[in-house]
Each structure stands twice: as structure tokens, then as C-alpha cells.
């Protein structure tokens, strides 16, 4: 019997969902024995974590990483290239992973690991309160500009409720959602300069500060923002589809809960980023390398996409599970609620990865920098400027 230890980030998100794989893999696989490491709290320590224990005795032998520290597991040459094993494996495209697929969890061509779960950021609302304000639910805002006219008439019906939760907190990837939905983009195309101080980088933060002067958005904390929006206490929240699931769950019936499109601040050339990770095979042992790589693929391949879509509410990432109806053919029309990051995929463009060994201090000072419009102790043009000018000092020189 071989057993894999294996790491996975979130399992907030992840739990259910890597217990239902797991056992469906021992039972289809019964020489074959998974173990979870503890999870990580985010993709943000699941990459440190990881970092800290590679080469040691306590690197699990597979662990799922955030899209964008794909490329710190390459440049730290971490993962298993699993290049020769697709190569070797033959039928990938039977399998549902097209080429298109693979793309995604490849760092400069290399195949780092296979993508797992992917997502784009969608608009949450509560039709009840879009109501109470005036909107109406069937037709939700299709522009930023109407979103924080309907948010600031949800914020004036007064008894503790607010208009928008942005989910700006702990990484850079709703930033994103706003820099590439305008067009723009975080660095240049050699890499070697900070560019989301542009025109539309300076769209994007004055977007967050409309939020919290016309959309009525408090300082909000992650967890608090959720529990509120939750609690029925906020018209909007812009976050992750992958949240879905836990928020019909904490919802329940205290409202009547929708999703539809975020906005982009330029329709036609915005773009919006790909979240969610990749399994990435971290043991070199060539026992458990064959194990690991049937695993990742039972992981992402046609099975296990149709445990993680319903299971949390991720986009498909594998082209079977998405088709087939003994997957996830009949789902989409069942469950509305689903759609509108399946109605964005054609504008997902991959998370940007930083270059170089600062990756997550660049995102940290991004974030922080983020909290100060939102509490108001800097201008938009203030903390992009200051972020712009901390994230150069942090980018490798050639
Ligand atoms: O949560 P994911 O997996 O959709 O990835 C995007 C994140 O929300 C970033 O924190």
C-alpha cells in the first residue's frame, strides 16, 4: 500500500469536498491510502507552508496552490514537472483536459500541476433589500455606476444596513477584478515595471472609494463582511463564485439570495482574473510520483470537477464534467444561482503571478495599501502611488 499525504488550502471551501474525492479515489484505488496535512487557512499560507517544508521530512507529498504562486513553486523548482507524465499519460484530452486546461496551471509552458478548481469574481445581492431600495431584482445593475446608485439607496433604508462588501482583503485578486476590468494591468510586459499606476489603475482605487463614499461599504474585516452580507445586513457583495455554496448555506432562507455579472469598468476590453489552484505533486519518490499523478488527475479530472462546481460553486475546469450529463450537463439549467461565473468564463485571463521571491509581500503591501482608502487615511492617488512605488522596490533586478 502506498499513502500520500496531502495538503490542500481553505478548508472552509475545500473540506467536503476533498473528503468526497479522497474516499471515491481509495475506493477506486485501494493500494492507494490518502492522509490531509493540516490545511491552511489561504493560498497566502498554503504557499508559505509549503515553501518552509520543502526538501523536509514534513512536505506532504501533494498540496494545492493559489494560480498565482504556480510561478514560486517553478522558480524555487518545488513541483514535479508534470510535463513527461501528460506526455507519457497519452489521452489527456479524453479525459477532459484540453489544451486550453492544462494552460492553466502551466508556468512558462511547464506543466506545474493541473488546475483544480477555477473562479471568476461574481456580484452577490439581496433582491429583498434591492427591492426595499427602489431596484428591481430581476433586472440587477449591469454597471458600477448603477450599482452604487442602487447600493447608496440601500444604505438610506437606514436599521444598520449597509450598501456593498468588496472582498479587497487578504490578497490582490479582487483588485484585480477592477484593474483588469478596466483594461489595465499590474506590471509591464518585460516584468520589469509596476503598470497598474495607469489611467485605469487609478479608475480602479477611485472605484473603491466610490464604494465606500456613494455605496455606502464599511471597514469591513473578510469574515465580518461575509456574516453581514449573510445576515441580510448588505445589499452587495463582490467576491469569489467558489463561495457560493457557504453563502446559500449561511443565507438560508433569511433573504432572497441572487447572483449575477460584477461589472467591468470598460465593458469591452475588460477582462477579469482566474482564481482558485492547482494540485501540484511535490514527492519525488517514484512509488508515490505514479500514486500522486493518478490522484491529481482522479482530483481534476471529470470526477472530481463534478464534486468541486456543486460543491462550492467553482467554475468547471475540465471539459467532460462541464459537458457530459453524467457530470454536470443538467446542472447549470437547475441551479441559476450557478451562472453568472459560468456566463464570464470568455473574459477570465490568469491571476497575475508576481515575479520573483517577494510574491506575497507584494500582494500584502497591496492590500494594505487597499485598507487605507477604504478607512479614508489616503487618497486613491496616495495609496496607488505609494503601493506602485513599494511594489518596484520588490520586483527582482535583472
Ligand atoms: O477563492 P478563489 O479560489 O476563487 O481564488 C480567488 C480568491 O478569492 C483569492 O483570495
Known amino acids: 500500500e502506498t499513502t500520500l499525504t496531502v495538503h490542500y488550502p481553505m478548508p472552509g471551501f475545500f473540506k467536503d469536498v476533498m473528503d468526497t474525492i479522497s474516499k471515491k479515489f481509495m475506493e477506486q484505488n485501494p493500494d492507494i491510502k490518502i492522509q490531509f496535512a493540516a490545511p491552511s487557512a489561504t493560498y497566502e499560507e498554503g504557499i508559505q507552508t509549503i515553501l518552509r517544508q520543502a526538501g523536509t521530512s514534513e512536505m506532504p507529498d501533494v498540496t494545492f496552490i493559489g494560480l498565482n504562486r504556480l510561478r514560486m513553486m517553478d522558480e524555487r523548482n518545488v513541483a514535479v514537472d508534470l510535463g513527461p507524465l501528460v506526455q507519457k499519460d497519452g489521452n489527456m484530452a479524453e479525459q477532459g483536459f484540453s489544451d486550453t486546461i492544462l494552460k492553466l496551471a502551466q508556468v512558462k509552458?511547464?506543466?506545474?500541476?493541473?488546475?483544480?478548481a477555477t473562479s471568476n469574481p461574481i456580484?452577490?445581492?439581496?433582491?429583498?433589500?434591492?427591492?426595499?431600495?427602489?431596484?428591481?431584482?430581476?433586472?440587477?445593475?449591469k454597471t458600477w455606476d448603477e450599482v452604487l446608485t442602487l447600493a447608496g439607496k440601500i444604505k438610506a433604508l437606514g436599521n444598520g444596513v449597509d450598501g456593498i462588501d468588496f472582498r479587497w482583503q487578504g490578497d490582490d485578486w479582487m483588485f484585480s477584478a477592477l484593474l483588469f476590468g478596466a483594461g489595465g494591468k499590474m506590471l509591464s510586459d518585460d516584468e520589469t515595471k509596476v503598470a497598474f499606476n495607469s489611467p485605469e489603475g487609478q479608475k480602479a482605487v477611485d472605484m473603491i472609494e466610490r464604494m465606500v463614499k456613494e455605496g455606502g461599504m464599511p471597514v469591513f474585516t473578510k469574515a465580518a463582511g461575509?456574516?453581514?452580507?449573510?445576515?441580510?445586513?448588505?445589499?452587495?457583495?463582490f467576491q469569489t463564485t467558489g463561495a457560493l455554496i457557504n453563502t446559500i448555506k449561511n443565507v438560508g432562507t433569511k433573504f432572497d439570495l441572487r447572483t449575477a455579472k460584477i461589472p467591468l469598468i470598460d465593458p469591452v476590453n475588460g477582462r477579469l482574473p482566474t482564481g482558485g489552484n492547482a494540485v501540484v505533486i511535490l514527492t519525488h519518490d517514484p512509488v508515490k510520483e505514479d500514486a500522486a499523478w493518478k490522484f491529481a488527475k482522479f482530483a481534476a479530472g471529470?470526477?472530481?470537477?463534478?464534486?468541486?462546481?456543486p460543491g462550492t460553486g467553482y467554475v468547471p475546469n475540465n471539459e467532460l464534467a462541464a459537458k457530459s450529463s453524467e457530470y454536470l450537463g443538467d446542472f447549470y439549467k437547475k441551479n441559476p444561482l450557478f451562472q453568472a461565473s459560468l456566463n464570464q468564463m470568455s473574459v477570465m485571463i490568469p491571476w497575475y503571478a508576481f515575479p520573483g521571491a517577494n510574491g506575497v509581500r507584494v500582494t500584502q503591501t497591496i492590500v494594505d495599501n487597499l485598507s487605507r482608502i477604504v478607512d479614508g487615511s489616503a487618497t486613491p492617488k496616495e495609496a496607488l502611488d505609494d503601493a506602485a512605488a513599494d511594489v518596484e522596490g520588490m520586483l527582482p533586478r535583472s
Not at 509552458?109 to 483544480?116: H, M, R, S, W, Y
Not at 456580484?123 to 445593475?141: I, T
Request: no cysteine; proline share 9%.
Open 109 to 116: 509552458g511547464k506543466q506545474v500541476g493541473l488546475a483544480f
Open 123 to 141: 456580484m452577490y445581492y439581496n433582491a429583498d433589500l434591492v427591492k426595499a431600495a427602489g431596484g428591481d431584482p430581476d433586472n440587477p445593475p
Open 226 to 237: 461575509e456574516q453581514a452580507f449573510a445576515a441580510g445586513k448588505v445589499g452587495f457583495e
Open 302 to 309: 471529470p470526477y472530481g470537477a463534478s464534486v468541486v462546481v
